[in-house]
């Protein structure tokens, strides 16, 4: 294991559809497990700074459950026009079952092998 990976969660811990927050070496980032794969964003919408964790996903989209601001998971950026900067996105990593999230900075297309 890199040393920036940390483990997070295990599969059956996030079904499809379904996302959560964990804290992480002091960030809040999202787990979202969508039908094409596990991302991981921070937790928190840049539109008014409200947590993202809740929010409705459709395809590989994430809405903020505040105001309706929409993020691609796959790397961040905004669709629409009420968030103007990205959301910070991190590189995930299966290992068995273990969801592991790659903490070392670079933001980048976070979209891992479906499971």
Same mark, same amino acid.
């Given at each position: 294991?890199?040393? @920036?990976? %940390? ?16 804290? #992480? $070496? ?6 979202? @497990? ?7 964003? $921070?937790? %928190?919408?840049? @539109?008014?700074?409200?947590? #993202? /964790? ?6 590989? @989209? ?7 601001? %929409? ?16 959301? %910070? ?5 299966? /290992? ?10 670079? $933001?980048?297309?976070? /979209?891992?092998?479906?499971?």
């Amino acid at each position: 294991m890199t040393a @920036h990976r %940390r483990p997070v969660a295990r599969l059956a811990d996030l079904p499809v559809d379904s996302n959560k927050a964990y804290k #992480l $070496d002091g960030h809040s980032v999202l787990l979202c @497990h969508t039908k094409s794969g596990i991302f991981a964003v $921070d937790n %928190r919408c840049t @539109h008014q700074l409200a947590t #993202l /964790e809740g929010g409705r996903m459709r395809g590989n @989209h994430l809405f903020c459950p505040k105001h309706g601001a %929409r993020f691609d998971l796959r790397d961040g950026s905004t669709v629409g026009t009420l968030a103007k900067a990205p959301i %910070r996105t991190y590189e995930v990593f299966l /290992e068995g079952e273990d969801i592991l999230v790659d903490l070392s900075g670079a $933001d980048a297309s976070m /979209e891992s092998k479906k499971p």
